[in-house]
């Protein structure tokens, strides 16, 4: 039986979705998941990262995603030093400004974690002495709004995780790895859908924009989200609109061409498919929750 770390025993008793964990250096611990997840810094050191199955060589500058499903656990430790940034994505804003604009947003925080068997992990994010050295600084800073935990703390501890997820990504992008370069490509393609949703988009031009033939966008793309392209584009629309019908008076036809649909009765159709109520009936459900 697999120890499953909860969230009640691990972040603050006031609930706060994000914790910082220094292992300096890591201690034995046992195969694990959790109920949330987390950002993994090697700081120092030598390791392998087992993940049930595999098994994973580990140094200075790796830096990956723990999803709270995936079991994991460190062997054959050498001075291994690392930081654990926990957090619950499902209470934090995630999807903040343009943080979803970024390939590597989505190759570092969902599609390096999904294919990692795959790559032999050798997809991970490698930061450089400079990058690691950034990316501690910005860790310190959360540690420390964290442990005061003074006026407005919430709002600085969530913005900093937003600016190291943010720096992260953008390290990421910049890798030169062959195996990183090819989750890059799935990952333009899934940034145009999340920048540019409400304008037409064809199949045709995400795959171009990903450089990869028809069948192998199609194919990694479904692996790699679990829909294919054209249905996570309508369900991103369809999220869109629902942001616009709980925030705005405007009428069903309006908001289904602002999030980029074409015909109004198509959009009610792929609505009801994903909320299980028309739009109309959602709106009224959002703005009258006991009704």
């Given amino acids: 039986m697999i120890r499953k770390l909860r969230k009640k025993d691990w972040f603050h008793p006031d609930g706060f979705p994000i914790v910082v964990e220094r292992r300096d250096p890591q201690e034995p ?13 090697i700081t120092g050191g030598k390791g392998v990262h087992i993940t049930g199955e595999d ?6 500058g ?6 709270g499903d995936r079991p994991h656990d460190y062997l054959n430790m050498d001075c291994l030093r690392l930081i654990n940034v926990l957090y619950d994505a499902s209470e934090l804003p995630m999807s903040f400004s343009d943080l979803l604009s970024l390939p590597g947003y989505h190759t570092l925080f969902t599609l390096e974690p999904a294919w990692r068997k795959r790559h032999m992990f050798s997809s991970r994010l490698q930061l450089s002495p400079a990058e690691l050295a950034d990316a501690i600084r910005l860790v310190d800073q959360l540690g420390k709004e964290l442990d005061e935990r003074g006026p407005g703390f919430g709002v ?3 913005t900093t995780l937003l600016q190291l997820a943010t720096f992260l990504s953008r390290c990421y992008s910049r890798s030169r790895n062959p195996q990183s370069k090819s989750l890059l490509r799935i990952a333009e393609a899934i940034a145009h859908i999340e920048s540019h949703h409400t304008d037409p988009i064809t199949l045709d031009e995400l795959i171009e924009i990903s450089g990869m033939s028809r069948r192998s966008f199609i194919r990694t793309f479904e692996l790699a989200m679990g829909i294919p392209p054209i249905k996570y584009l309508i369900r991103r629309r ?3 609109a629902c942001q616009l019908l709980q925030q705005t008076d405007q009428s069903i036809t309006s908001i289904a061409m602002a999030v980029g649909f074409s015909d109004s009765n198509y959009f009610s159709r792929q609505f009801r498919l994903l909320n299980d109520a028309s739009p109309r009936e959602y709106r009224n459900r ?4 006991h009704g």
């Fill in 55 to 60: 098994t994973y060589e580990l140094t200075a």
């Fill in 238 to 240: 369809i999220q869109h």
């Fill in 29 to 41: 611990f046992g195969l694990h998941s959790h109920e949330f997840s987390e950002i993994v810094i």
């Fill in 62 to 67: 790796d830096t990956f995603v723990i999803g």
């Fill in 286 to 289: 959002k703005s009258n929750p």
């Fill in 156 to 158: 600085m501890a969530t």
